[in-house]
Nanobody, 121 residues
């Protein structure tokens, strides 16, 4: 089972970026999926989560109103708008143990390799 986040890069503050997460080995259509991020010297933190049907989403307060998580049958996306330097981090997608949204790292079973996002002022 492998997850791969992609779409990262370098942008200026105020710009947008869209991250994608793809899976291989099996599908996770019955599981919630989340995005986390880890900035240098900081702990990994929750960003967003989406339920298995995509009907429920949850966001960290720091990204609410700027980021949007979505999914189709095989991929999960994170649309990031109005980026700020504080959004600079490695971003990871992860598959939850259950079908409902959760912001707890302990509730995620599979983790992908991160993709780096750098926002300059």
């Amino acid at each position: 089972v492998q997850l791969q986040a992609s779409g990262g890069g370098s942008v200026q503050a105020g710009e947008s970026m869209r991250l994608s997460c793809t899976t291989s080995g099996r599908t996770f259509s019955n599981n919630a999926v989340g995005w986390f991020r880890q900035a240098p010297g900081k702990e990994r933190e929750f960003v967003a989560s989406i339920s298995w049907r995509g009907s429920t989403t949850s966001y960290a307060d720091s990204v609410k109103g700027r980021f949007t998580i979505s999914r189709d049958t095989a991929r999960v996306f994170l649309q990031m708008n109005t980026l700020t330097p504080e959004d600079t981090a490695d971003y990871y997608c992860a598959v939850a143990l259950g079908s409902q949204v959760t912001n707890s790292k302990d509730r995620y079973r599979y983790w992908g390799r991160g993709t780096q996002v750098t926002v300059s002022s």
